[in-house]
């Protein structure tokens, strides 16, 4: 099974994450920077991560690659999604552009997989929840960079059981 990550980063921490999802999902890690359509569409499972920027906005490279990211047709195809944010200095939009993402991808067909619990942040407000969960998996390396590893390890778990081509070779 073909794996995409595709990510924007402003400081590296996206990236280092990227890099970490990738690994254990045997995957190809893509800067949004760089990304194209074909990166989007060419793989079986696509996973988009993107940092909260201020108050609740898209990192940089991010806003023109919704201009990509806009043209593709998920229609049934699996989307997971990774998000970092704050959630002591921006308690009211953590994690917002996990979200904002998300509402693209499925306006688009996509099906999004890998929510994670709430539990264990401690915030006001997230467009990245829905249902009560958070639509992808969310990393606060400011406040629980700790806790990285674990999610991450939980997280790509909960992706191979949902996706069990992700632990067959082919």
């Not at 499972?45 to 806009?70: I, N, R």
């Not at 929840?129 to 969310?138: A, P, Q, T, W, Y």
């Given at each position: 099974?073909k794996?995409?990550v595709?990510?924007?980063?402003?400081?590296?921490?996206t990236?280092?994450?990227?890099?970490?999802?990738?690994?254990?999902m045997?995957?190809?890690v893509?800067?949004?920077s760089?990304?194209?359509?074909?990166?989007?569409?060419?793989?079986?499972l696509?996973?988009l991560?993107?940092?909260?920027?201020?108050y609740g906005?898209l990192q940089?490279d991010w806003e023109s690659?919704?201009?990509?990211?806009?043209?593709?047709?998920?229609?049934?195809?699996?989307?997971?999604?990774?998000g970092?944010?704050?959630q002591i200095?921006?308690?009211?939009?953590?994690?917002?552009?996990?979200g904002e993402?998300?509402e693209v991808?499925?306006?688009?067909?996509?099906e999004v997989?890998?929510?994670t619990?709430?539990?264990?942040y401690?915030?006001?407000?997230?467009?990245?929840?829905?249902?009560?969960?958070?639509?992808?998996?969310?990393?606060?390396?400011?406040?629980?960079?700790?806790?990285t590893?674990?999610r991450?390890?939980?997280w790509?778990t909960?992706l191979?059981?949902?996706?069990?081509?992700l632990?067959?070779e082919?």
């Amino acid at each position: 099974m073909k794996v995409t990550v595709i990510y924007g980063t402003d400081n590296g921490n996206t990236r280092n994450i990227a890099e970490q999802v990738a690994a254990q999902m045997d995957g190809r890690v893509v800067e949004i920077s760089t990304a194209t359509k074909a990166d989007f569409e060419e793989c079986d499972l696509l996973v988009l991560g993107t940092p909260t920027s201020g108050y609740g906005d898209l990192q940089a490279d991010w806003e023109s690659g919704m201009k990509v990211l806009t043209q593709v047709d998920f229609a049934g195809r699996p989307v997971a999604l990774f998000g970092l944010g704050d959630q002591i200095t921006y308690a009211d939009t953590f994690a917002d552009a996990m979200g904002e993402i998300y509402e693209v991808v499925t306006e688009k067909g996509a099906e999004v997989i890998g929510s994670t619990a709430k539990e264990g942040y401690d915030f006001f407000s997230s467009r990245a929840l829905v249902e009560d969960v958070f639509v992808g998996l969310v990393v606060d390396e400011d406040n629980q960079s700790e806790m990285t590893e674990g999610r991450i390890a939980a997280w790509v778990t909960a992706l191979k059981e949902r996706v069990p081509q992700l632990t067959t070779e082919g």
